[in-house]
């Protein structure tokens, strides 16, 4: 019973220290919440800012995917849809995380 209590007096104070995502979805996919989510989810094999050279050297850098001119909508379509490439890699994406990749690889273009 002890431990019930405790678990649920220490739940809202651990989720008061979270980082909440934005309710309104044009904030959540905004380029600045796609870097966040490349850097937590894609750095580890893609270079994701406008310099540098991708840790896997077959992953291609954010910014020359950038420099494809692929629109907004259909990067985020690829993402969603293709990305899990090599089948084992297990990497799927929602489609807002999607959009918000999106946008932060859109942004990269012609080294904004």
């Known amino acids: 019973m002890r431990f019930k209590l405790a ?4 739940i809202p104070a651990f ?3 979270c980082e909440t995502i934005p309710e309104d979805d044009a904030a959540w996919t905004s380029p ?3 870097l966040l ?9 893609h270079a994701v800012r406008q310099t540098g050279v991708s840790p896997n050297e077959d992953a291609t850098e954010f910014a020359e995917i950038a420099d494809l001119g692929m629109s907004e909508e259909a990067l985020a ?5 293709s990305h899990n490439f090599p089948a084992d ?6 489609d807002r ?3 918000a990749l999106a946008a932060h ?3 990269l273009r012609g080294g904004e």
């Open 15 to 17: 989720l008061a220290g």
């Open 7 to 10: 678990a649920a007096l220490a």
């Open 97 to 99: 995380e999607a959009r």
């Open 105 to 107: 690889i859109t942004h």
């Open 32 to 34: 600045a919440q796609g």
């Open 77 to 81: 379509a690829w993402l969603t849809d």
């Open 37 to 45: 989510l490349a850097e937590d989810r894609c750095s580890s094999c």
């Open 89 to 94: 890699m297990g990497f799927a994406l929602s």
